[in-house]
């Protein structure tokens, strides 16, 4: 047992010496869990923990922290100690020679207490981002926090809060909206790799032209630009390498035409009230509808809101909070990822989406009938760019053959392009292909 009646510096730092105290079982253990990459490591920890250990909440007043022994021989496990054996063969494995960076995350889930009451290991979080936490039923899950903390046990901690009574997680946080922003976290990467890839290869994507197709009609050159990529002129490349954000974007369920359905994943009302809200500012600033209470908005209305801010800002947004926050400064913004570690940190990035949000979402939460649709005419980070791109890609095949003088250019970008659309419609992409072909034969047969 920590002391009597413990404080929450108590047993923080308790953990920390339970940790140091220890170290010698761990590194006589720790080769048992050696092998494979980092992934493979923590996935073996994960699943051991699970089923191995003995897993008990316990009292909020009688709090203990116990040694790998004790643990392995029937002792009772909470999340602390859980943390303290992961992170302990882990530390062990490091001074081993394995490469791997590891922390303690404290977080609350109660969104008007940042009092931590859960603790798990996260392993190379700027990098891989690996959850170690079996008292979830999933490895490596994601589970929506309000409130975090991360602590490198070889330097000391502040104070923080009680830790080790948290349940199993029905009665942590919502596994759909949990889904809904991890998916949406992937969208956001996904396209910020989407529009990179795009001004490199000077060709478009299927998120890329997404964008560009749900952008505001305003825009300078839209109606032009749209006419550019849905002609024959536009090749599509979808080539993101395999398991790359833009790839699982693309691959995913939740972005309408682009990667999946608009509708219907979820029933009933399943969200937090900031996604709800964010509902209700697209339908009232972005759609001219007036619709102020956000139990007017459907789970249904969520996906394609969200949407809408990410592709005109290029970062993520969980809700009203993020939108709120870029109108006001990046710092506004960015110090949200103490609440959601999935918030955009990168400076530039942040920076293009303040330009945008301060510029044209003006008065949020301010719902006079003046400001209905005032929002709509929103031209995002990307959009103008993308109306350039396709302006330069305006020609026909026809013109590209007679401005060039040779076929093999235009018979390589339709090569290289993915073949999500019929080059002819109607006409499946090989047989357009087969035509292409003999027309280029029959025209030098002729010569």
């Keep these: 047992m920590i002391v009597d009646q413990q404080s929450c510096n108590d047993i923080i730092q ?24 980092i992934w493979d490591v923590s996935e073996r920890l994960w699943k051991f923990c699970r089923k191995n250990f003995n897993y008990v909440i316990e009292d909020e007043e009688f709090q203990f922290t116990s040694c790998p022994y004790t643990m392995l021989t029937g002792g009772d496990v909470d999340c602390k100690n859980y943390s303290l054996f992961i992170g302990g063969v882990l530390d062990a494995l490091r001074r081993r020679g394995y490469r791997c960076h590891w922390q303690f995350r404290f977080t609350s889930y109660a969104l008007l207490d940042p009092t931590p009451g859960h603790v798990f290991v996260v392993v190379n979080p700027t990098s891989d981002d690996i959850w170690i936490d079996p008292v ?6 994601h589970l929506f926090y309000w409130y975090h903390r991360n602590r490198n046990p070889r330097k000391t901690l502040q ?6 009574f948290v349940s199993r997680p029905s009665t942590v946080g919502s596994t759909a909206e949990d889904s809904l922003l991890q998916q949406v976290k992937d969208y956001s990467d996904g396209l910020s790799q989407a529009i990179t890839l795009g001004q490199q290869t000077g060709s478009f994507n299927s998120i890329t032209k997404g964008i560009l197709q749900s952008a505001s009609k305003s825009i300078p050159g839209i109606g032009q ?35 999946g359905l608009f509708v219907g994943l979820f029933s ?56 709120i926050a870029l109108t006001q400064s990046p710092g506004a913004y960015t110090n949200y990822y103490k609440v959601n570690a999935d918030t955009t940190t990168d400076a530039t990035r942040v920076t293009a989406a303040y330009n945008v949000a301060s510029r044209y979402w003006q008065s949020p939460g301010n719902f006079n009938a003046s400001l209905l649709g005032s929002w709509a005419g929103t031209i995002g980070v990307f959009d103008n760019g993308l109306v350039q791109l396709a302006a ?12 060039t003088g040779t076929a093999d250019q235009v018979a390589a970008q339709y090569t290289d392009a993915a073949t999500s659309t019929s080059l002819i419609p ?22």
């Excluded at 979830?136 to 899950?141: A, K, M, S, Y």
């Excluded at 109607?426 to 010569?447: D, H, Y």
Aim: net charge neutral; with cysteine; proline share 3%.
């Design 14 to 37: 308790q953990i920390l010496v339970k940790h140091e105290e220890c170290k010698g079982d761990y590194d006589r253990i720790a080769g048992y869990f050696e092998g494979g990459d």
């Design 136 to 141: 979830l039923d999933q490895f490596n899950r």
């Design 159 to 164: 104070t923080l809060g009680a830790i080790g």
């Design 225 to 259: 630009a749209l006419q550019v990529v849905n002609s024959l002129s536009v090749a599509v490349n979808d080539k993101f390498g395999a398991g790359s954000p833009a790839a699982k974007a693309l691959s995913g369920s939740l972005y309408g035409g682009i990667v």
């Design 268 to 323: 009933g009302r399943t969200f937090n009230s900031d996604q709800y809200w964010a509902g209700v500012y697209y339908k009232f600033y972005v759609l001219g509808q007036n619709v102020t209470d956000p139990n007017r908005i459907a789970d249904s209305d969520v996906i394609p809101a969200l949407k809408w801010f990410v592709d005109r800002t290029g970062v993520f947004i969980s809700g009203r909070e993020h939108i």
């Design 392 to 403: 330069k890609l305006g020609m026909t095949p026809e013109q590209y053959v007679a401005a």
């Design 426 to 447: 109607g006409i499946p992409n090989i047989a357009a292909a087969g035509i292409a072909a003999l027309l280029i034969f029959l025209s030098l047969s002729k010569n």
